[in-house]
């Protein structure tokens, strides 16, 4: 499978359209020039606002609108090393000697109270884990982890694990001696699939500076107040090169210097034998019109999407959850039993759907109707199906077999809010008010304005671009020689020559110079 990125960068935000065999599969955008938004990954020093025993959690002021949540199962084993830190840290400390000093233990009670812990008003490190959604403010983890490509660093933790999709026993046991070896003290790691075959001078660099991230934060902690950012992920651009990046890619587009030379930089860190497939795009054409990407928006972010000969989804967004329907539409297969066409049709739906959370970036719950099917086989097939599809998705999700109602019902992790694009146009007819003026009169405004430039702007000669139907009207014969544009050169002593633009809605027409300028009315 070929793979291709496309980054579009503008003065507003920087777009990024992730391309599976030249298919638009997932499509991110970052917002330049604001530090405030909240984005997973980032941690702050944040302070605590209300501490909620029913429910057995806390409000914490990051700076944001909307106070964050933190439930007492997301404070982590270790919250009171990172606590006893964040008290004591101070500029006058030597922090490194400090940190590594620090006693980690006795670990958080599991059944614990978060009243016995936080109190309002104190000082706490959190990291984002769910952005901003609705009426909802962050979701917050104090269990701090600082990703790389290759391992997944844990301050404050003593314990190494390692990814189940890695299946040899000797290469687990070969990594996990090698990142026990580099760690410093207080220092866990999570050791991720990319590191499989990854040599040690790979991985030495990049828990070096992944180590001095994590230090640079501390350093900020001891000078800051609460609410204050002390570091944030990557930029989106490099956080889905670094999950995704691998052979298949083929090309990565981008059309600004800068961010292509912070592109190349970073895939020369974590793949410098890839460096050579970042590409910056000096087409004439805009980037995303150039590789499809915009018609595949415009196609792909409706309520209703088409799926194949006839065939569409139906895709509703509520608070509580996600509803997508199956319809056949006007699709007939001659010759093939009904239950087979039904399958095929919910076949294809799958495989929409599966695109469709990950375009959209669709989270909670998601409950599809499919076309019901009366042969269980078929039913189980395509539960199977969807399960395969999803296998790439790298979001956490979870998918149960049809119901008895030929409803599947899926969740998925949802880390920040579905991406909404409106592909709707504003009518050129009725500019959105849903009336246009009477067609009767027309003529009579065109009159109006006629009259202006010739006694106003003294213009003598016109060309009148106009719709095809608004042509025939104005070119009809009234009599022998007769028409609606006759009169008006007879009647204002000038010359007028018609032309017709398809593109014109029906009642659109514009003045212009005999050369093609249009006229504007001062």
Avoid at 87 to 99: H, P, S, V
Avoid at 203 to 217: Q, R
Avoid at 365 to 373: A, E, N, P
Avoid at 480 to 500: A, L, N, S
Wanted: net charge neutral; with cysteine.
């Amino acid at each position: 499978m070929e793979k291709d990125l496309i980054i579009d960068v503008s003065p507003a935000e920087i777009t990024i359209a992730l391309l599976e065999d030249h298919r638009l599969m997932e499509l991110n955008k970052e917002t330049n020039n604001s530090p405030a938004t909240c984005q997973v990954g980032d941690v702050y020093l944040g302070k605590v606002k209300k501490v909620m025993p029913a429910l057995n959690a806390a409000f914490v002021d990051i700076g944001d609108n909307k106070d964050a949540f933190i439930h007492y199962l997301d404070l982590g084993l270790n919250f009171k090393a990172f606590d006893y830190f964040t008290k004591q840290i101070n500029t006058n400390r030597d922090l490194k000697a400090f940190y590594s000093n620090v006693r980690i233990g006795p670990i958080l009670e599991k059944e614990g109270k978060i009243e016995d812990v936080l109190t309002p008003g104190q000082q706490i490190v959190v990291q984002i884990v769910k952005e901003p959604i609705s009426t909802k403010g962050s979701r917050l983890t104090a269990e701090i982890s600082i990703a790389g490509r290759n391992v997944v660093l844990l301050p404050f933790a003593e314990k190494v694990s390692i990814s189940q999709k890695i299946s040899s026993k000797e290469e687990k046991r070969r990594l996990e001696r090698l990142v026990q070896s580099i760690l410093p003290k207080n220092y866990g790691a999570i050791i991720r699939t990319a590191a499989e075959g990854k040599k040690a001078a790979v991985l030495d660099a990049e828990l070096t500076s992944l180590i001095e991230k994590w230090e640079a934060g501390c350093k900020k902690l001891a000078n800051s107040k609460p609410p204050q950012l002390l570091f944030t992920e990557n930029s989106r651009t490099t956080t889905i090169l670094r999950d995704l990046l691998n052979d298949s890619f083929s090309s990565i587009e981008v059309n600004d210097e800068d961010i292509y030379h912070e592109v190349k930089d970073y895939i020369r860190t974590i793949a410098p034998e890839q460096e050579k497939i970042v590409k910056l795009y000096k087409g004439h054409e805009p980037i995303l019109d150039a590789f499809d990407v915009t018609r595949q928006i415009k196609g792909s972010f409706g309520k209703v999407v088409p799926i194949k000969k006839g065939a569409y989804l139906v895709i509703e967004h509520t608070e509580a959850l996600n509803v997508v329907d199956v319809n056949s539409g006007t699709r007939v297969k001659k010759g093939v039993e009904q239950e087979d066409n039904i399958f095929e049709v919910n076949t294809h739906a799958a495989d929409e759907i599966a695109r469709q959370m990950r375009l959209r970036d669709l989270g909670g719950i998601v409950i599809v109707d499919f076309i019901d099917m009366e042969d269980g086989e078929n039913r189980a097939k395509l539960f199977k199906h969807m399960q395969e599809l999803m296998h790439n998705d790298r979001a956490k999700h979870n998918i149960l077999p049809l119901t008895k109602f030929g409803l599947m019902q899926i969740t998925r992790q949802r880390v920040r809010p579905a991406t909404e694009i409106n592909v709707t146009e504003k009518c050129p007819m009725c500019h959105g008010t849903g009336e246009i003026a009477p067609s009767i009169l027309v003529d009579e405004q065109l009159e109006r304005q006629l009259s202006y430039y010739v006694k106003e702007r003294n213009i003598k000669s016109f060309c009148l671009e106009v719709n095809p139907v608004l042509e025939a009207y104005l070119t009809k014969r009234k009599g022998m020689f007769r028409t609606i544009v006759k009169d008006w050169c007879k009647k204002y002593t000038c010359t007028i020559k018609t032309k017709i633009n398809t593109d014109f809605s029906l009642l659109q027409a514009q003045w212009q110079s005999p050369s093609g300028e249009p006229l504007d009315e001062e």
